[in-house]
Nanobody
Framework: VQLQASGGGLVQAGGSLRLSCTASGSISRLGVMGWHRQAPGKLRELVASATSILSTDYTDSVKGRFTISRDNAKNTVWLQMDSLKPEDTAIYYC???????????????WGQGTLVTVSS
C-alpha cells in the first residue's frame, strides 16, 4: 500500500495550485484522507481532510481558499489551493487511514511530500 502525491511547485501570491494523491495497493478499506503541511521550523499541521462519506474539515487559516475533494472509485484526493499566501509555503503531505487486505486494523499512511512555495 502506498500514497503517491503530486502537484507542488512555485507560485506567486494570489495564485493557485492543485495537489493530487492516489492510494494504491491491496486496500480493503480507505478511511479518512487528507493533507498535512510542515513549514520550516514549525510542527506538521492538518490542512484539510475528507472522510469516505465526503465530509470535509479545514484548518481555519485555509477556509475559503482551499478545497479538498475526493473520488472513492479512484482512491484519490485533491487539494485545490487558491489565493495562496507566502505563509502557505510548506511541504505538503498526503495522509490516509487504510485497512490493507487481510487485516482488520487501519494504519496511517503518508505520501512522500510535495513542496509548495508561494513567493510574495
Amino acid at each position: 500500500v502506498q500514497l503517491q502525491a503530486s502537484g507542488g511547485g512555485l507560485v506567486q501570491a494570489g495564485g493557485s495550485l492543485r495537489l493530487s494523491c492516489t492510494a494504491s495497493g491491496s486496500i480493503s478499506r480507505l478511511g479518512v484522507m487528507g493533507w498535512h503541511r510542515q513549514a520550516p521550523g514549525k510542527l506538521r499541521e492538518l490542512v484539510a481532510s475528507a472522510t469516505s462519506i465526503l465530509s470535509t474539515d479545514y484548518t481555519d487559516s485555509v477556509k475559503g481558499r482551499f478545497t479538498i475533494s475526493r473520488d472513492n472509485a479512484k482512491n484519490t484526493v485533491w487539494l485545490q489551493m487558491d489565493s495562496l499566501k507566502p505563509e502557505d509555503t510548506a511541504i505538503y503531505y498526503c495522509h490516509a487511514q487504510i485497512t490493507p487486505m487481510l487485516s482488520v486494523y487501519a494504519s496511517d499512511y503518508w505520501g512522500q511530500g510535495t513542496l509548495v512555495t508561494v513567493s510574495s
